[in-house]
């Protein structure tokens, strides 16, 4: 049996990662302009917590 090489463990994750967060900022993009004043303010403090 031949063992096939596979990327790190590492590399899994940061591409993983970089994914979300491509996604996230993506729809936080467009959260952002449909949101005004102390809902704008609001969405941005969810934003820092998640």
């Known amino acids: ?24 900022k993506g729809f936080y993009s467009k959260l952002r302009l449909r949101t005004e004043g102390v809902c704008g303010i609001a969405s941005l403090a969810i934003a820092e917590h998640l």
């Open 1 to 24: 049996m031949k063992l096939i090489e596979t990327e790190s463990l590492e590399a899994n994750l940061e591409k993983g990662l970089g994914e979300s967060h491509r996604l996230f």
